[in-house]
């Protein structure tokens, strides 16, 4: 087991709870530290601790203490949540990292995880960590004051994967990783880890994300950005309430965003249990942003807009030199028609990686095509995970 | 001359005033009717006032009464504003009508005209009716109590395309038209001359725009809608001041649709005379809906949203029907990376239209393609046109 620093206890305090509860299952809050093992999956330093959720699940937190991001501020009583699917074999080499996207919840990205999937618990040890801002993981809506709320510091994609590796090398004592993957915002990790941490990732699996957020994904982002703040009830950050008439305008900028322009034609939502279109753009869009917190929201924003692998540590601003510092075996796959990771633009990147291999996924579904809506798409993906894990 | 219905004179009051006046010519108000002939262009009958705006160009308003809406409202003391360039011949056969598109004003949309363009005022009396909605015809800002702001009547592009025939014929005395045009909504309007007037178009060329608004263009303008009212400052229509806020937040929700992804990479921005990207957004985006009013954006944005060429009286609401019963020579262009318009949309229903051509405009700059911006793009536009006037 790596050292673990002396860290404070997990805080005990609730935090301060989203505008709509929507994770299908309940965060387990642990007080205080625990170390479990065998079990539930592998051994835990002490400030790691979990619980089981389910059948070899098992949720928990790991304290990252005075945290220092990567903008030189610090983030004080940090905390790193995750779930963990499956058991850390022996040898330890049967671990696969997946980190959440925007806005998501480790529990709303478990669709490729199962018995007989690409990412099989009865085989691999999955590591589901939550980004910070999400609101499991540290985020303005969870932090005490003052750093709470619209105080929350900047926190990039590196400081993420810094504060995953540390849950993954401290927290499970793991030092070598079969695979990185992720989608969206989860691709942007995905491609830092290999960056980062190129002795520790034997495959990464980017999809529908690109390793520098495009001007025009920047755009669009101040479009949804634009539409949350527009509310006076944002307060600049300090409501008491969430502002949900912004929270509402944001998910109906971002649904002509999300699903291409046929998706919308071929009426797909229908096969979501949508319809007709405003009951989509309500009971999925609308419902997929109120459960959040807006200043969560805008935290995850930031983070995203200002997303470029080339501004890691070493690779002198260069997106290019970063990529082509990739020693993993990479599968980098796009969506044919998403709107804003769009697959020129990440045929762009897959082409500085070397040995990368670069698959589209055909589908009208747009960036959603990524998040396990369409079977036809997530069989896709399954297929091609499973290939990689193979070679 | 054909008939003049009696009407009322032009409304005296000043209208209510755009939040920001941005129009490069001041509209010239003409109070009472006035007859003009010969020097302004062409004969007018005596509801239709204009006064010489610049060499060979008059701008006016055209009386339309108590005009009857296709929804069966009544648009009381309506009026059609316009601008004519060059003059109209003694057969009357050189006439062009090309109406506004989406919150343009006459002024806006005059690239395509001048000495040796396709549009050009030596040869053709070019007539540029302004949209209901727009600001200068009748809108929710300058209508008299008690259909003022909130409460104007929802318009359709089949109610703009029978006010602009009755300008062409009852104001002008035109009985056959050499060209209808028009970019966006303007390429609404064209379609729908062609489909309502087929004894009177000759050609008609609609580029980057569709003759039904499609699902996920409706969509991309509920996430702009959300946007402006997402301001309590709209109070539902009835503010005193523009919500700017919202305004703001429109706009930059708009910015991301209206160039493409590529657009944005490349910086073309730079060739407008805007950096960095947010001067952009600002400096372009922002100034160009806060000079407009708030509820001539939302009014507009209903006829886009609700546009349908099948719906026009006798096409059985089909799409296609209405399609196929044009007789005009078409030409239907479509920009290549026009996100809401799309190439694949426009050249769909194009397939309806009995002998039709269609091209699409070779362009990174998306939608914008068509709006004259950049001089490549509208030099494949002005040729294409030169093309089919000589046809």
Redesign the interface.
């Known amino acids: 087991m790596p050292k673990t620093s002396s860290r404070a206890a997990l805080r005990k305090e609730a935090p301060i709870p989203e505008a709509q509860p929507g994770s299908r299952r309940r965060f387990i809050q642990v007080a205080g530290t625990l170390s479990l093992s065998g079990a539930v999956g592998a051994p835990l330093a002490p400030a790691c601790a979990a619980q089981p959720s389910g059948p070899g699940e098992n949720e928990g937190k790991f304290d990252l203490g005075n945290f220092v991001l990567q903008s030189g501020a610090t983030l004080r009583e940090a905390n790193l949540a995750f779930k963990t699917h499956g058991r850390l074999n022996a040898e330890k080499s049967n671990a696969i990292v997946y980190p959440t996207p925007y806005s998501a919840h480790h529990s709303d990205i478990e669709w490729p995880i199962g018995p007989g999937k690409a990412l099989d618990p009865e085989r691999y040890f999955i590591i589901v960590p939550d980004m910070l801002g999400n609101g499991l993981s540290s985020s303005p809506s969870n932090t005490a004051p003052p750093y709470d709320r619209a105080r929350f510091p900047d926190v990039t994609i590196h400081d993420n994967v810094v504060a995953q590796h540390r849950l993954v090398t401290e927290g499970f004592g793991i030092s070598r990783i079969a695979l990185v993957v992720g989608w969206s915002m989860g691709a942007q990790q995905t491609f830092q880890w290999a960056v980062s941490y190129p002795e520790m990732v034997a495959r990464i699996a980017p999809f529908c994300g690109t390793a520098r957020t495009?001007?025009?994904?920047?755009?669009?982002l101040?479009?949804?950005?634009?539409?949350?703040?527009?509310?006076?009830?944002w307060m600049d950050g300090w409501y008491e309430k969430q502002p949900t008439?912004?929270i509402?305008?944001f998910a109906?900028?971002?649904?002509?965003?999300g699903?291409?322009?046929?998706?919308?034609?071929q009426?797909l939502y229908r096969q979501l249990g949508f319809s007709p279109?405003e009951d989509f753009?309500i009971g999925f869009w609308e419902q997929r942003f109120l459960r959040r917190d807006a200043n969560n929201l805008l935290a995850m924003l930031w983070t995203w807009q200002l997303n470029d692998l080339g501004a890691t540590p070493g690779c002198g601003g260069s997106l290019e030199h970063a990529l082509g510092s990739i020693r993993a075996k990479t599968l980098v796959m796009a969506g044919e028609t998403d709107?804003?990771f769009?697959p020129?633009?990440i045929e762009y990147e897959a082409s500085y990686i070397p040995g990368a291999s670069f698959r589209v996924i055909p589908s009208v579904w747009g960036h959603q095509a990524g998040n396990g809506l369409n079977p036809v798409d997530s069989a896709f993906i399954d297929a091609a995970l499973k290939s990689l894990l193979a070679s």
């Open positions: 495009t001007p025009h994904n920047l755009v669009f101040e479009g949804v950005k634009a539409a949350l703040t527009a509310d006076a009830a008439r912004g509402r305008a109906r900028v971002y649904a002509g965003w699903f291409s322009q046929p998706f919308y034609k009426e279109l753009l709107l804003y769009t020129a633009d």
